[in-house]
């Protein structure tokens, strides 16, 4: 039997909701944690950062296999198997997910597989799944305790909403899931595409970019704007664009889709290029990689007043709360970067708060971007232009550290890469220029953005970072570099 009560009802079990649900119970409070599927985890776990991170570790893999020559040695030719490489993806899915139920249910937290609707700020309507999912990856068990078979209601206290987000289709190109794929479709591929386009140069067209050029696949990169990844820098844009095109991938800017049509197998796009000349292309499989929107399209947010941003997106303060009280949200149904580690944070600030201890709101700036592969990259902070533009900010100065003269960049056979310092002065006090800012690009950045957070988040100032010792020979040295170069006292620069 389910209970019918809880102190916190959390409906989304990705990783804002999970992530809710851990801590809360930690803290002594009956949680429920609702979903449709039945294994928790959500888009995250299931078809977005891990198993995209999976298939990434293997193309990486091979590519350093194949720069093995160069150093000396010499083996058989390396083949990716496409079913065990899908096999593998979705071993490693399988076992984050069997962790994750298994410490839910350690905590106490009730699973329940079901469609959830709030009736009001304490009643959860469940609903039984339409077509009751069998589990995504063979070898899991269903966490649930309970997949409804019947309409039921459960109460509590407090109620969080982590419904997270979906693949934005755009009308100029509808996903059929045959030719014209979305991500979901793109991981779960049991072939490898002679060739593919790929519309959209977020993190999402860029990691896949990465794993089908790696796999050998004649990849083309389109992005409708003027440049790639158009959340960082334009510096950090042009040595991605760089490097992607070393290693072979087409990328085409200013690009207007006016129609794709789809054959038995292939895919053509007809746009218009920054020419204003009618072009198309054709390939094996096009992935629409065109960002995410929020699940916020449900009639009884509107009906309870929960309100919600231009976006679409449910308006909360910084500890989570909404606008009819007892009611929270987290995630990518709020304002802020989409991403899983910025909804664990918030997370464990909802749970603190609903517990009534003392706790410090997400730091939006200082909340990290990372895309993986190929178009390694990271941003933590402002930006010069946004430092700028900060009125509380003066003196703002950008320094920049190219990675050419790294050791181990060198070993990677990999010349392309740089660091980006932004420092400035409060315009209030009478302090040390400190960091505001960092954006990285190259082979193993993302390993250091941690240190990146902690600098800008602690207002460290310049001075004091470029002190730290960085271990020699690192990658992460770079960053030591690009602090002394910051600090005036450049050591292994120009």
């Not at 040595?239 to 087409?250: A, C, M, P």
């Not at 232009?385 to 050791?407: F, Q």
């Not at 420092?423 to 082979?443: C, E, K, L």
Request: hydrophobic fraction near 40%; proline fraction near 4%; charged fraction near 15%.
């Amino acid at each position: 039997m389910i209970n019918t009560h809880f102190d916190i009802a959390v409906i989304g079990a990705g990783p804002g909701g999970y992530a809710t649900a851990l801590r809360a119970a930690s803290l002594g409070k009956s949680v429920v944690l609702i979903d449709s599927r039945q294994t928790p985890g959500g888009v995250c776990v299931h078809e977005g950062c891990i198993p995209s991170r999976a298939l990434i570790h293997v193309t990486q893999l091979k590519r350093r296999f194949l720069a093995a020559s160069l150093c000396g040695l010499h083996g058989n030719h390396l083949e990716i198997n496409p079913q065990e490489l899908l096999a593998y993806q979705q071993e490693t899915v399988a076992s984050m997910v069997t962790n994750l139920a298994s410490l839910l249910s350690a905590r106490g937290v009730t699973y329940i597989q079901a469609e959830a609707a709030l009736v009001d700020s304490h009643t959860v309507c469940l609903l039984p799944v339409d077509t009751v999912k069998q589990p995504i990856h063979e070898g899991v068990e269903a966490a649930g305790d309970s997949a409804l078979d019947t309409e039921t209601s459960i109460t509590a206290d407090d109620v969080v909403l982590a419904m997270g987000s979906r693949t934005n289709v755009i009308p100029t190109l509808p996903i059929s899931h045959q030719g014209v794929l979305s991500s979901t479709d793109a991981l779960n591929l049991s072939y490898t595409p002679e060739s593919a386009i790929i519309v959209g140069t977020g993190d999402v067209g860029l990691e896949f970019a990465s794993i089908w050029s790696d796999l050998g696949v004649h990849v083309t990169l389109i992005e409708r704007g003027p440049r790639i990844l158009k959340s960082s820098t334009r510096r950090i844009s042009a040595t991605l664009l760089r490097t992607l095109r070393k290693n072979g991938v087409t990328v085409l800017t200013n690009i207007s889709i006016d129609d794709v049509t789809e054959q038995t197998d292939s895919v053509q796009l007809s746009y218009t290029d920054s020419h204003n000349n009618q072009q198309t292309l054709t390939a094996q499989v096009l992935l629409s990689a065109t960002g995410r929107r929020p699940n916020t399209d449900f009639g009884w947010i509107q009906a309870l007043g929960i309100q919600c941003t231009e976006t679409h997106r449910i308006s909360t303060d910084p500890y989570g709360r909404t606008s009819v009280d007892h009611i929270w949200a987290v995630g990518d149904i709020t304002e802020g970067k989409q991403v899983a580690h910025r909804a664990y944070a918030q997370g464990i600030v909802i749970a603190e708060g609903i517990a009534g201890l003392s706790t410090t709101p997400v730091n939006n700036m200082t909340v990290p971007l990372v895309t993986f592969g190929l178009a390694e990259n990271s941003s933590v902070g402002l930006t010069a232009e946004e430092a700028r533009l900060d009125t509380s900010l003066c003196e703002v100065i950008e320094t920049s550290y190219p990675l050419t003269g790294n050791a181990c960049v060198a070993m990677e056979h990999d010349t392309t890469g740089i660091i980006t310092i932004v420092s400035a002065r409060s315009r209030d006090t009478d302090s040390d220029p400190y960091i505001v800012g960092v954006q990285m690009a190259g082979p193993g950045v993302t390993d250091f953005t941690a240190e990146a957070q902690e600098l800008i988040g602690n207002h460290i100032s310049v001075h004091e970072a470029s002190q730290l010792i960085h271990p020699h020979p690192t990658i992460s040295e770079a960053f030591g570099e690009a602090l002394l170069l910051a600090d005036g006292r450049p050591l292994h620069a120009r």
